[in-house]
């Protein structure tokens, strides 16, 4: 994609999200599993413009906090739209979620129960539960997840206190690798919803989670991964058992739609004596790093490679340097990495990162002062009128 600045003197970072990449996202999970429906993980990015995308196309959305379900709310989401999926709820987001009808959430512990039951009378509970995660990037299931065993102690725990539970969910870890490990979990839930049933609690509710990724490039396709979900809900929750099945997928929607453009805001040439020899090592200062759009480099393994490129076209025979990207921070560590190839750049220019659109924007912070890079949406007609029509057909 190609992000132009259209003033001179504009050299604050920026982000363009592609929403016909977003749209066409998501005609291919609904073609893929159209059992499914998809609750996005607005914990991966909370962009308006994606949300209200989104929402016209009717998916739901995931949210962890209060502040999450508030913003879901001020774009027209209803509580429908909405599932309150983090196992660790502070008592006012939990009081927040009662005020505004937002019924359903997850849980994993007796604590948690008891702390729900208290303070929300119409709670619906999805019971989550830990599944195998060995073979994602990103593990989860030590911090949440109820193991099977502990099923029905909790169920039991929660007809004592009179609350409702309507189903189970699990989360194979985000980047999975191996579709095999949503089969087992769907197996793993079905047995849990057994137990649920068998104690007279109406189940009707299985969410997948999320896990999937975004990039074109991974391991195993989308594609590969809804056959076997497909097949294994079919085998355990078949379209008669009335169970309506739904995921929270985050950076499967998010990744590629995002692409960041960096300035070069500073510039230093290491020439070991040589003014111009082609050895000469760049360090290039841009203005995101690990304290802003990038900070997924240190805190997510699934993040896709950074592989910036010039924003002006370069001809192939173009003198390319070692070259290190640094962030704009105080921090020493604040570095992208030191081995790309690139051609000499010169301070103003602009480089472009595409697929970045997942746990970007959402874990960026404002450290020194730096402000966070603002969002540009860009949509065709054709795909604006189809979301216009998807959001009237709703
Ligand atoms: N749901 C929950 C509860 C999560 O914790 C996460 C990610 O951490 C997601 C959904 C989204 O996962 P992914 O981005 O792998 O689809």
Redesign the pocket.
Known sequence: MTAVAYKSDIEDSFYVANLDRLYMMHLRWVTNLPRVRPFF?V??NNTPAVLKMLRALGTGF?C?SKNEIKLILSLGGTPDDIIY??TIKPLSHIKYAYAHGINRM?FDNEEELVKISLNHPNVKLVLRISVDDSKSM?R?NTK?GASLESVGKLLKRAKELGVDVIGVSF?VG??CTDSAAFKQAIADARYAFDIGSLMGFQMNLLDI????SGSDSFKVTFEEFSEVINAALNDFFPPESGVRVIA?????YAESVFTLAVNVIAKKVMTDGEENSTKRKMIYYINEGLHSSMNFIVSDP?ASKVNPYPHKPVGRSEQRYMTALWGPTCDGQDKLKDTYHLPELHIGDWLLIDNIG??SITLSSDFNGFERADVYSAVTAETYILKLLHAKLR
């Open positions: 993980a914990k991966c995931d962890a999926a983090h997850t990103l989860l949440f989360h985000s980047g989670g999320g896990g999937f929270e997928p985050g950076r499967y699934c997942a746990y």
